[in-house]
Nanobody
Framework: QVQRVESGGGLVQAGGSVRLSCATS????????MGWFRQTHRKEREFVAAINRSGSGTNYADSVKGRFTISRDNAKSTVYLQMNSLKPEDTAVYYC????????????????WGQGTQVTVSS
């Protein structure tokens, strides 16, 4: 059974930082690309960042470029999202997702999803 456990969300002031973690099990982590998506109650789930199997390649949504960094530790089967210079519009539930093999930016390309972690940025 594939499991993903996200952690690190919470309440933070604008301009602050948060690091999200997503620990996975049930698959060979190093064969999967990983992604982060987010969703508010007013919008569909949107792409945030993705990283390839080795960690050598990344992709970011324009709205987070230069502020967020995705990384992974294959020895720990964990993917991270470092979020800096947070803005109120970053407030959302953040989800990690698993995609076998190749990196992608589309929700439908991902097969397994975490339960989500709430990040709230106050102004």
């Amino acid at each position: 059974q594939v499991q993903r456990v996200e952690s690190g969300g919470g309440l933070v002031q604008a301009g602050g930082s948060v690091r999200l973690s997503c620990a996975t099990s049930g698959r060979t982590f190093s064969t999967d690309a990983m992604g982060w998506f987010r969703q508010t109650h007013r919008k569909e789930r949107e792409f945030v960042a993705a990283i390839n199997r080795s960690g050598s390649g990344t992709n970011y949504a324009d709205s987070v470029k230069g502020r967020f960094t995705i990384s992974r530790d294959n020895a720990k089967s964990t993917v991270y999202l470092q979020m800096n210079s947070l803005k109120p519009e970053d407030t959302a539930v953040y989800y990690c997702a698993v995609r076998p093999y190749n990196i992608a930016t589309t929700e439908l390309d991902y097969d397994y999803w975490g339960q989500g972690t709430q990040v709230t940025v106050s102004s």
